[in-house]
């Protein structure tokens, strides 16, 4: 488990590191101990460590053995502060506390790594770590920004029993128990279709020279969800949060990569680390998008779900029926959302019924 408490001030030598980063010369790359270049091919693992075809990644032979005993992962996510963040932290944390104990699942301790700076009001309700946000302006808007100063704060300071990190996000609700889905040492991460670092070599190339190899070894990835071994994490932090600083400093990838240019300064600070991912398209879905849950493991609610009363999809136009994060910006969403119409696929007739059991269960929901 993790102690609890306010870090204050981050140290010295962290506020040194942030203020002039890395150059990219000096980066320290990992030996090729996690990197094989058979990384992307055919055959994946299943949670029962057997093996299924999966036309994403395949499973290196060192690292295809099965598991002989539990390998726990500490759950962390980042936060704010702010309405928005905590309603989505609380039905989060209901989840995971649902999921832990139950067969299959390989969960740890749980982590809200909150960069407000100062403790709130959901300090005894989820364990929590508070750690000092970006100095004033310098994420010019763009709060993700802080999420991996967060992590490199968290990881300087706090004592972590379990040898594996998830890191996850307040809009992920565990809709199965997971199990560790590393191998070997080789963190597991989610392929995300709209991160495309071979179609953005350009860009890439300005933060990933040629001498590091070729463009494909940065992974189609965001930080979350990825399940990795703590000291590796603690390796590819501060780059990741250089990076991304970088990557905001130059305008023409602040423009290309917009609200997901976080994502890919973790997928380029991988690859200068030499750590690549296995990919797992099993790790999460995402409604509408995903229709149907499967054997998937998390559910991320990123997205509006708009329908008609015929169960039609209307993306992009409010439907008769809706659920979006969005629309409750300012405080939690209500008791009892009503339920989709017929013909809306069970992803989203499941995302809904699980916030409304969590909302239902979770004391003082409407005035946290």
């Not at 005993?69 to 506390?97: E, F, G, N």
């Not at 071979?198 to 190899?213: A, H, L, M, S, V």
């Not at 008769?320 to 989709?340: A, H, I, M, Q, T």
Request: proline share 9%; charged share 25%.
């Amino acid at each position: 488990m993790i102690t609890r408490k306010n870090m204050g001030r981050a140290s010295p030598l962290l506020m040194v590191l942030f203020t002039f980063g890395f150059a990219f010369g000096t980066y320290n790359l990992v030996t090729m101990v996690i990197r094989n270049k058979s990384v992307r091919n055919w055959v994946s693992d299943d949670s029962n460590g057997g093996v299924f075809f999966d036309p994403v990644v395949e499973m290196p032979e060192n690292v295809k053995e099965l598991k002989n005993s539990k390998t726990p992962y500490h759950v962390a996510l980042t936060a704010t502060d702010a309405p928005y963040s905590k309603w989505q932290c609380r039905i989060m944390y209901y989840w995971y506390k649902k999921k832990k104990d139950l067969p299959g699942s390989e969960m740890g301790g749980f982590t809200r790594i909150l960069h407000s700076g100062n403790p709130d009001e959901l300090m005894d309700e989820i364990p929590t770590m508070v750690v000092d946000p970006l100095p004033a302006g310098l994420d010019r808007g763009y709060i993700v920004l802080n999420r991996p100063w967060a992590f490199v704060q968290w990881l300087e300071k706090a004592k972590i029993d379990e040898e594996y990190i998830l890191m996850a996000e307040p809009d992920h609700i565990f809709v199965r128990p997971l199990p560790n889905l590393s191998h070997g040492g080789m963190p597991a991460g989610y392929p995300f279709f709209y991160i495309k670092p071979e179609q953005n070599e350009k860009i890439i190339r300005k933060f990933y020279p040629e001498e590091n190899g070729p463009v494909t070894n940065v992974d189609p990835i965001g930080n979350s969800p990825v399940i990795i071994r703590k000291d590796l994490l603690e390796k590819i932090g501060p780059t990741w949060m250089n990076v991304s600083l970088k990557m905001k400093d130059d305008p023409e990838t602040d423009k290309k990569f917009g609200w997901v240019l976080e994502m890919y300064a973790y997928a380029v600070a991988s690859a200068l680390h030499g750590v690549q991912h296995i990919l797992r398209n099993d790790f999460m879905l995402q409604p509408p998008w995903d229709l149907e849950v499967g054997e998937r493991f998390i559910i991320h609610y990123t997205y509006g779900c708009d329908y008609n009363l015929k169960g039609e999809l209307t993306y992009g136009k409010f439907g008769e029926w809706r659920f979006d994060k969005r629309s409750y910006l300012r405080g939690p969403p209500p008791r009892n959302l009503s339920l989709p119409p017929p013909g809306v696929p069970e992803s989203v007739a499941t995302l809904v019924k699980m916030v409304n059991e969590a909302t239902a269960n979770i004391p003082n929901w409407e005035t946290q």
